[in-house]
């Protein structure tokens, strides 16, 4: 970045603070653990008090762990003149960018209030004519396999014929996976709680791109390898040894762009793992340099499969954007045997604020744009479709299985039943939570086993909600959700919206 | 064109290399010259030579090879030596990790992409892409090269991927570079053997260019800086190994060398605004 040729004396116009930590000095026991814990450096010790310090991010670490229960943290009211059309943050960012002459950094998912499309759909209810069943006393399915399907089932006496050349399928209990997060995005501490409650759900957990630490091969069995534009940290058994491989040529919080691990961030553990220099920026390029066509992308595939000897599924992972139909179409021709598209408001490490606030398409849209497209082509019922990017609750799954997909990916969720409260601060490295940072005092504080279980609880928690509606449904397997648009209705403000899911408005009855 | 074979797991028997495969001491010739194999299908060539690596070949000889992709990808044996003659297709012994692989012609696109370590050797050109992402091993090319070639190579501790142009390269030579060592003889070629954009974007490693390279040639965060002893060792010692594999005189002026290296090993440093807005 080259400075401007007019050089004015610099005079930085100082933000006024977000969030305040308020301390209730009444109960306030002068312990300091607040003051210790707070990687943000956001409250100090002042003459006989605790006091704020600014740069409070809200991360809340402070509250978790004051003894006394005497914090609470404040969002700083407005501090600029009311306006209507320039928001606060649009004041901060020019302010900020006019000091800095920076690309704004962010990460986590897309914050500004877009509303959810899954807000907007409402789920069906068996009611008379289609029993509804309980989850509770019947077997309610929801086991999915990821991979390639056969087209057809060849049957002979009686027995279902399992081709040679066919690639397996990965059995997963539920139909949910854990997200690419890679080792440096995240801690050591994190990835591992993330492998273990994989294992333990049994489904299947992402790498990311950072190679894979030799500890964590124990867990192989359940992971997805990633191999993306940076092409980290790839040797045979990361291709080998592991339940699928995919292809990342995007991601939801940033489409079209690569990624960036800072220099600061590839400690020893990360450079061993990636295999590069410590202390350099790990830089992903924006796009795969082999990949410029569909033929290309089948190129990689087919080296892939042949170097695992087609003994695993590969797929490949693409950023929810307009032309994701075709696109899609494209990945099944080219031979991926899964693909997960990921949508705008999926998670990140870090992202220019611009990209993951501004560009890709509504997870929701995409589901559904794939599904249809991939329907009409004759290819739908190939390949498994995967997809994530702002994925909360057991009932964005349940919609988005019903909207197409066959197996939902969740990343931020997970990370925060470990602990993150979303601060969006996982760029800087100084996670108070020892999840987005390589700080060893600070990835100390994350116990993996402690950690897998709550990841564990949560999802068996939302496996439960997925048979509780399926049996609401009158559904017996998961199998049946899939694609089942008939059992949404659209009751947002935009019927243009639920026409292009090809989703019935509230109101419309069946047929 | 023989039906497809994609076998599943080790103990799978297909008969794959029934015809053109015959193996003694240890050392495999797959014969696909011979008219009732031909044209042989990637798949069932890959089935074929990775029959002759279970078998523990330390030597294997293709001989017919015309345009089959993916041969020797992740291939791991120690010690095997892989003979290719005619002209293999693209990928050429990608995500290799260990073995050589001599090649008696030219080779296609995405030689020795994201290469472990081992060595290929091409008597001939090698096109676009070759040594994509390398992180170890050598590549020795006797002639010229396409474009975009060795493009995010990168280095780690003691290993350190390192690709000798016997010719020329094209435009975005070493792009992205974060590692290894990149040498083009520009023999036969009285000007700049190199095309625009060297070293776009690189952060790690060094390109050394026999002949004249313009500062307009170079990509954003490239930079000529001057050779310096230890550069002189390496490039001696990849001379020699460049001599001994093709039998041929190489020029040792080092005067006529120019080194182009990484202006930062942080090119994002300052790029980023975090404010908490």
């Known amino acids: 970045m080259s400075d401007p040729k007019i050089t004015a004396k610099r005079s930085d116009h100082r933000l006024p603070e977000r969030f305040v930590p308020r301390i209730d000095y009444d109960l306030c026991r002068v312990c300091k653990r607040c003051i210790n814990e707070c990687s943000y450096q956001a409250l100090e010790f002042k003459g006989s008090k605790v006091v704020s310090a600014g740069g409070c991010v809200a991360c809340g670490r402070c509250i978790a762990v004051c003894p006394a229960n005497c914090i609470e943290i404040r969002p700083v009211p407005p501090q600029f003149a009311p306006h209507g059309n320039w928001s606060e943050r649009s004041r901060r960012s020019i302010l900020a960018q006019a000091s800095s002459g920076g690309v704004l950094l962010s990460s986590c998912g897309a914050d ?49 014929i399992i081709r040679e050349d066919d690639t397996p399928l990965i059995r997963m209990d539920m139909p949910l996976m854990f997200g690419h997060i890679s080792l440096g995005s995240i801690s050591y501490n994190a990835q591992k709680a993330l492998f273990m409650a994989a294992k333990e759900l049994n489904i299947v957990a992402g790498s990311g791109e950072g190679g894979l630490h030799p500890d964590f091969y124990q867990y192989a069995d359940r992971i997805c390898s990633e191999v993306a534009s940076g092409r980290f940290g ?14 990342k040529i995007g991601q939801g919080a940033k489409p079209g762009h690569g990624g960036h691990l800072p220099g600061e961030k590839v400690t020893t553990m990360i450079s061993e793992t990636r295999m590069i220099p410590r202390g350099t920026d790990a830089l992903s390029p924006y796009p795969h340099h082999d990949i410029y066509s569909i033929e290309d992308l089948a190129q990689l595939i087919s080296v892939l499969k ?32 899964f693909l997960t598209v990921d949508g705008f408001k999926g998670g990140t490490g ?46 964005d799954m349940i919609k988005a299985l019903a909207l197409g997909a066959d197996v939902v990916m969740v990343s931020t969720a997970a990370m925060i039943a470990m602990g993150c409260r979303v601060c969006q601060q996982c760029h800087r490295g100084l996670c108070s939570w020892g999840i987005a940072t390589q700080r060893d005092d600070l990835t100390d504080r994350l116990d993996p086993e402690v950690a897998a279980t709550r990841i564990v609880r949560l999802f068996q928690a939302w496996n439960e909600e997925l048979k509780e509606v399926l049996g609401a449904m009158g559904i017996d397997a998961v199998e049946s959700l899939v694609g089942n648009r008939d059992r949404l209705r659209y009751r947002g403000p935009n019927p243009k919206i639920a026409e292009v899911m090809n989703v019935k408005h509230i109101g419309e009855g069946w047929g | 064109m023989k039906p497809v074979c994609k076998p599943k797991g080790h103990t799978y028997e297909c008969d794959c290399g029934k015809e053109c495969m015959t193996v003694s001491d240890g050392k495999a010739v797959i ?91 091409v008597h001939g050109n090698a096109w676009d892409v070759t040594g994509l992402a390398a992180r170890g091993g050598s590549i ?50 009285g000007r700049s053997p190199v095309g625009r954009n060297v070293g776009a974007g690189m952060h790690g490693g060094r390109i050394f260019v026999r002949g004249e390279v313009s500062p307009e040639q170079l990509g954003p965060g490239a930079s000529i800086v001057p050779v310096s002893e230890t550069d002189i060792e390496e490039m001696t010692r990849l001379l020699d190994d460049f001599q001994r594999s093709f039998q041929i005189p190489v020029p040792r002026d080092f005067g006529e060398f120019v080194k182009i290296a990484p202006s930062s090993s942080r090119p994002f440093s300052g790029y980023y605004d975090k404010t908490n807005v």
């Not at chain 1, 069906?124 to 289609?130: G, I, K, P, S």
């Not at chain 1, 790839?234 to 292809?247: D, M, Q, R, S, T």
């Not at chain 1, 693409?318 to 075709?326: M, P, Q, R």
């Not at chain 1, 744009?369 to 702002?390: F, H, I, K, M, P």
């Open chain 2, 31 to 121: 014969d696909l010259e011979r008219s009732d194999v031909r044209p042989m299908h990637y798949t069932t060539l890959n089935c074929v030579m990775r029959k002759a690596m279970r078998l523990g070949c330390s030597r294997i000889e293709l001989r017919g090879v015309m345009g089959q992709r993916y041969l020797a990808s992740t291939a791991s044996a120690p010690g095997l030596y892989i003979a290719v003659h005619g002209t293999p297709g693209n990928d050429l012994g990608a995500f290799l990790n260990g073995p050589t692989i001599e090649v008696f012609g030219n080779a296609q696109d995405m030689t020795g992409n994201t290469m472990n370590s081992g060595r290929i050797v």
């Open chain 2, 140 to 189: 020795l090319v006797k002639g010229d090269t396409g474009y975009r070639v060795g493009i995010h190579m990168k280095e780690f501790g003691d290993t350190r991927p390192t690709l000798v142009v016997g010719g020329t390269a094209k435009d975005y030579l070493g792009e992205y570079m974060a590692g290894g060592t990149i040498m083009v003889l520009g023999m036969d070629n």
């Open chain 1, 306 to 337: 042949e170097s695992t000897e087609y003994r695993l599924p590969v797929g490949v992972k693409i950023a929810a954007v307009h032309n994701v139909g075709a696109i899609a179409s494209g990945l099944v021709r080219a031979g991926a045997d």
């Open chain 1, 234 to 247: 790839i040797k045979p058994e990361y291709l080998k040894g592991v339940a699928a491989v995919e292809i």
């Open chain 1, 112 to 160: 500004d209030p877009h509303p959810a499309i899954f807000d907007d759909l409402l789920l069906d209810a068996a009611q008379v004519t289609n029993p509804s069943i309980d989850p509770l006393r019947e077997p309610v399915e929801t086991v999915t396999y990821l991979g390639r399907r056969p087209g057809k089932l060849e049957v002979c006496d009686g027995k279902v």
């Open chain 1, 350 to 395: 870090a992202a220019p604020r611009v990209i993951r606030d501004h560009a890709g398409l509504p997870v929701e849209v995409a589901i559904a744009a794939v599904d249809r497209r991939l329907t009409q082509e004759g290819l739908r019922n190939r390949v498994t479709v995967c997809a994530g990017g702002g994925i909360r609750s057991s009932a």
